[in-house]
């Protein structure tokens, strides 16, 4: 079944570590993106990828990284820079049209140790 | 700067009682008008695309409407299993949705 996968569904960090979260996609879509979510706000977006090797930031991209060496694979690295980790990260895809609706993975909740 | 707010933020409805979600946008050249169903430990799940005023599109219970300052999902005579979080979310010329923070919605029997 075509889909975007994310890993691990938790995830613990400990102080001044940097953790990666990882997002797969089988649905051949050119464009990838990150959301964080905290409780009671809306999905805010970190970074964002309209075709590989090229990415952008978005509104809170500050104590985030992102790497698109391949179609298929869109990682997130949490690093040390980022003070209040803790929030429910999605990824989504979709197939470039900017018209058209993303898909989501399932989430990864991080929380801090 | 592209506004979405959603209202209420939470709604609480007895089996079979009808209502109404709200999204009120603010946008500079709207794209796409998105609603979107989360259910808790998940990722979003897509319902509905509007692209112009006076578009509509249903789905079971559920009946998306537009207009040029917001949207409505209309919940007819809702069930139990259509509790979750309705998200809406705007696209304009760039190149990212632009999300409402959501109406938690229980329907109880």
């Known amino acids: 079944d075509g889909g975007i996968t994310q890993s691990p569904k938790y995830l613990f960090r400990k102080e001044g570590q940097n953790v990666t979260l990882s997002c797969e996609q089988n649905l051949n879509h050119d464009a990838m993106y990150w959301y964080r979510q905290d409780p009671g706000q809306g999905l805010r977006l970190i970074y964002y990828s309209q075709i590989v090797n090229d990415f952008q930031k978005g509104d809170i991209a500050e104590g985030y990284s992102v790497s698109r060496e391949k179609k298929e694979s869109f990682p997130l690295t949490v690093t040390s820079a980022q003070k209040n980790p803790t929030a429910f990260y999605l990824c989504?895809?979709?197939?470039?049209?900017?018209?058209?609706?993303?898909?989501f993975g399932s989430g990864t909740q991080l929380s801090v140790l | 700067e592209d506004q979405v707010t959603q209202s209420p933020e939470a709604l609480r409805l007895q089996e079979g009682e009808s209502s109404s979600l709200n999204c009120s946008y603010t946008v500079s050249g709207l794209r796409g008008l998105f609603w979107y169903r989360q259910d808790p430990g998940k990722g979003p799940e897509f319902l509905f695309t509007l692209y112009s005023a006076g578009e509509e599109k249903e789905k079971e219970r559920l009946k998306a409407t537009l207009t040029k300052k917001e949207s409505f999902l209309h919940i007819t005579a809702p069930k139990p299993e259509d509790s979750a979080t309705y998200l809406c979310a705007v696209q304009n010329s760039g190149y990212a949705l632009n999300f409402g923070k959501g109406t938690s919605l229980l329907v109880t029997p």
């Open positions: 989504a895809s979709r197939s470039g049209r900017t018209n058209e609706k993303l898909f």
